[in-house]
């Protein structure tokens, strides 16, 4: 556990703070609890989803890092009480408290990049109710966004095999949406973002070299590629499609040479113009300039583009909106809380409908031969649920199991394993290994249930 | 143009600098224009969208006072300029002129609030290339989550007809875009947020009370109702769902009587739930009481629950994803440059797919008797179109052009009427005003065409 020299973390001290990031409710509930003493009883709140967005085989964990990395931040500084106080949001006593407040309490979840399913814990978050109520609604944005980008682009890199995906999705998304999207991007095993302040924060690699607007600055197209030749060197990748692709290939090829880096299509039938343009370049003898794309990508369309000579993939809009489902509908519910007795008791709402299984869970996946067959989940008395771990047994005919709750805060103090630049790549490759060991036909794109059965285990007292 | 004392004002000089909100080919575009010289070029950007959403009607602007409060703020430090060195993202000379760098251009555009439709000029920037092209991705970035939320806001609001909707999806979307779309639905009509941080940035509104955590801390349902009215008095509401819903209200009323402010129900038949719920309080004597609800919503819910004798609308998922469309597709382009001859020439790209039309527009609304009929896009010659204005006839057969753009930074000066809290405000009326003034069936839900055409209107040389 030491202070990571990590570029985000000169960044984090400039921002501010994420206190207010904060549904109302959390500090009315709070002064209320407060005033009653229920405050201080020990809570275990725990985030999980209720189901996968339709015809999704698998979801991917990711944000745990970024939660990490402000969670330190999470304070009421001077600005943020004067607020509440004038606001008259919440009482002098609550203020006092808030002036005080940082999580002291731990959390375990799913490592960051694991594959989760329907009621997967991918994270508990055990404290005081007064000190875990206030994380609510910061930890569930940060945690159903950054998984929602990151299930769709596992999906993308999934359909596009061996070839790079590129992030270029920053415009079509809130304006700091884009740096968490380059990141869980990264997570789920894209090769680099054009955003420059995650490539910052997270040493991210950073891509891109010009727009049509370029193009269209210039008196003609040969203008520009030459301009942007001498000042990026013959590597560069130079957009064709300006005017007509044929003679934006010849224009490419006579500024730069047949050394040219590559060509980039950005509209059109992707895949008919791909195989015009690799056959222009072999004639050309530029056998080695790559084609990139970048118009509109989805993970079917990447899909379709396989058997044309692409050689990589720009993915922009569809990456950062959740390619249809935006956000993960991850929920952060009490499910077990000191009674008055000192006893830690399973809790659940039992209302008609949103009903939930109460009490601390734990996971494992259960693997045959390698290969994932189910997702297990731990249930019964607290302190056994909270030491649980499997046995260790070697692979038998029933298999193995992994478990998948990792520490993340103890006691208040963050595990830097998991933030920062190493942070991601760490996760990057939990990602890679828990997709590998899915079933096959996990990975296909077509509709289908979870990839993996949720089965209970429960341990006796 | 006076310096505003809002609250955004005080929390944007801790923000961190927007400058790197950027895609890296805007750099490299800079670079390549710095050596050959054309990134002195006057030019016009553009951003328009090329289509609304499958079946909507119209989309609402967002997010303008949110472009212009970080506008001053979108400045190279020290820090941005040490981390684009060490990683050569750009050359010396590129680093000098980004030291220096401050957008000295200006902006017109539809005011904030303002309806547009496919290929609206909803923002026209002007500027050298080198000023104007670095804002590429963080003006769209802004306009594109902000709009979408507005947009599908503006369907809730019509909607919910005269009951207030209330925003509560700060979970549900990246922390910081939650707080862009309580301002956004704030813009197209909503009453309050649950979002704090909002509230104090835009001075917005904040409610919230308790969730289902705070019940289930406690031993039983009425020692949390008791404890909440200790707390927030009998005007406050009480989630009664947690278990059964009957009960629950017998609970509320026990413990705050029949003057308790409003009751909230959270799932199931929410129609159903809400009539036997009023009949139950009215029964009771409780007939102030009120009914909010809250899950799940979205404005086909909203519109079904019309008949049901509910006060207000809590919206959640559905607002922050903009209802189907979580990104409006605005795009920047450059639609006009200087030419070697010190000309301002109108440039469009010309391929197969993805066209635009070239040169600077303006842009008005025809209205006939009050009436919105068409939207009219503006062209010709360029000094003829930067001065045009509607000739201030009244009302004819033709009906009278109300002009859309107005000003908003003037060689680099912000118009503060759209920022802050206050341009928070103007923008609901602008969007309220421009609303009403839609043809009759432009608010309905259901998929058609845009509710007005676009036609053009050239001006002679």
């Known amino acids: 556990m030491t202070t990571p020299s990590e570029p985000w973390d000169a960044r984090a001290a400039h921002a501010p703070s994420p206190a207010l990031l904060t549904d109302r409710y959390e500090l009315t509930m709070l002064q209320a609890a407060l005033r009653d003493g229920t405050a201080h009883r020990r809570c275990v709140f725990e985030v999980f989803t209720r189901r996968l967005p339709a015809g999704r085989r698998y979801g991917v964990v990711a944000g745990t890092g970024r939660v990490l990395e402000e969670l330190t931040r999470f304070r009421f500084g001077r600005a943020e009480l004067d607020w509440l106080a004038d606001e008259r949001v919440v009482d002098d006593a609550t203020l006092t408290f808030l002036a005080d407040y940082r999580f002291t309490g731990s959390m375990v979840g799913y490592a960051e990049g694991e594959v989760f399913f329907p009621s997967s814990p991918v994270l508990v978050v055990e404290g005081t109710f007064a000190e875990a109520v206030l994380l609510e609604t910061f930890v569930l944005s940060v945690l159903n966004y950054d998984s929602a980008v990151a299930s769709a682009a596992s999906r993308m890199t999934s359909a596009a095999v061996d070839r790079p995906c590129l992030e270029m999705g920053s415009r079509r ?37 010009a727009a049509h607007a370029f193009t269209l600055l210039h008196d003609d197209e040969r203008a520009a590629f030459d301009a942007q030749v001498a000042a990026s060197g013959t590597g560069t990748t130079l957009l064709v499609d300006t005017y007509d692709v044929r003679t934006g290939v010849e224009h490419a090829l006579a500024a730069a040479g047949t050394g040219l880096g590559a060509v980039r299509l950005d509209s059109g039938d992707l895949g008919a113009l791909a195989h015009e343009v690799r056959a222009q370049l072999d004639a050309a003898g530029a056998t080695g300039t790559r084609i990139t794309v970048t118009s509109d990508l989805d993970e079917y369309a990447i899909a379709a583009l396989a058997v044309a000579p692409v050689d990589s993939y720009g993915v922009g809009t569809s990456l950062v909106t959740g390619s249809g489902a935006p956000t993960c509908g991850m929920v952060y519910k009490l499910v077990a809380r000191e009674s008055s007795d000192g006893v830690l008791t399973p809790v659940a709402k039992a209302s008609r409908s949103k009903t939930s299984v109460g009490g601390r869970k734990a996971a494992a996946r259960r693997l045959v031969d390698g290969r994932a067959v189910e997702e297990v989940l731990v249930t019964g008395p607290d302190d056994a649920v909270r030491t649980w771990a499997p046995d260790g047994r070697p692979d038998d005919e029933h298999g193995a199991l992994r478990a998948l709750h990792v520490p993340l805060v ?16 760490t996760a ?22 979870a990839a993996l059965p949720t089965v209970p285990l429960v341990l006796e007292v």
Chains 1, 2 share one sequence.
Request: proline share 1%.
């Open 410 to 425: 103890t006691d208040g103090v963050v595990d830097d394993r998991w933030t920062g630049a190493q942070g991601v790549r």
């Open 428 to 449: 990057a490759r939990r990602h890679h290994d828990s997709r590998a060991e899915l079933p096959r036909g996990a990975r296909r794109l077509s509709a289908d249930e």
């Open 173 to 209: 998304a809130h304006e700091w949406a884009g740096v968490a999207a380059a990141r869980a991007a990264a997570v789920a095993g894209f090769a680099g973002t054009s955003n420059l302040e995650a490539g910052r924060r997270y040493g991210l690699a950073t891509i891109g070299t």
